[in-house]
């Protein structure tokens, strides 16, 4: 338990540290205003503080530096917390708001590595949910009952929901509801609606509509994300170089294949983590009967944020394949927790 003087003067030495880089001698601290001690005193102090581990002496030099337990108690009991420049805070959502614009680039510059290292289709099932947020949000009632969310994304995706109205909200509530959600969360990332509903837009509800907890879990339901991806393709064309694939019609129909987005989700769909291989007729459909499919997940905390994939002849080059994938669907997962966190 430190005294209120040695508080006074830790406190003056790990501030004088930070700013200067230098050892912090007495006579320097006995000149600041907000001490008031004598040199002397201060020497004192400061002798007390290195022993009790607070302080350390690099042996060049007559000033006192922090220890990790000096400022581990400054960081507990001293910091004293500024306001933020708003330019500083402006500069900082442009960072992390560029960030999030960049990894749409990310996966498609993979994409695009993969299929020139391979030479063959990559397909790479990237996380919307990171750029894409909310446009809009509608309710639509159905009866006293029950009602029709309609969540609108930026990208133009429309998706319906049906809700259970939960009983004692008034139907001209919902109303206050709808322009609450759409005042808070609109130009949200998807990703962050979650948080962002029970904080500010739980505060609303509170001031604003009755039985507003069983409202929260509804509209919580309603706003869940459902993991959506965008497909990027690369090298598509790589088969026509493949002697397996001269015949122009069988060229055709995997080329038709990888622009049918509903079959190419229905592929990836299901896949357990890690690396799997789909040699031939192991895959559902006829169109890459004589292809392999190599996929790896990439995840975090055990939750699947997307797919890699490898399409190409049966025989393909598996064991440069199957490395690279995990190579890279390891780079993802460490690339993407940094937005996810």
Known sequence: MLTE??????????????????????????????????PATIRNEMADLEELGFLEQPHTSAGRVPSTKGYRYYVDHLVKLSEVDENDIGMVRSFVTDKMNQMEQV????????????????????????????????????????????????????????????????????????????????????IRLRSKLYTEVGQELERHVDHYEQLLQVLDHALQNEDEHRIFLSGTTNMLTQPEFKDVDKVKTILDLLDETPTIM????????????????????????????????YAIDGQSLGTIGILGPTRMEYGKVISLLDLISKDMAVLLSRWYK
């Open 266 to 297: 229905k592929m990836f769909s299901g896949l357990p983590s890690g690396i799997q291989v789909r040699i031939g007729t192991e895959n559902d459909h006829k169109a890459i009967s004589d292809c392999s499919l190599i996929t790896a997940t």
């Open 107 to 190: 996966i498609q510059h993979t994409a695009m590595i993969l299929s020139n290292l391979t030479n063959y289709t990559s397909i790479l099932l990237g996380p919307e949910m990171f750029s894409t947020s909310l446009k809009h949000f509608g309710l639509v009632p159905l009866d006293q009952t029950s009602a029709v969310a309609i969540i609108v994304t930026n990208t133009g995706h429309v998706e319906n929901r049906t809700i259970s109205i939960p009983a004692g909200i008034k139907m001209e509530d919902m109303e206050k509801v709808v322009n609450i959600l759409n005042s808070k969360l609109v130009g949200v990332p998807l």
């Open 5 to 38: 003087r040695q508080r006074m003067i830790l406190h003056a030495i790990v501030d004088d540290y930070i700013r200067s880089a230098e050892p912090v001698g007495s006579r320097s601290i006995s000149k600041r205003g907000d001490v008031g001690f004598s």
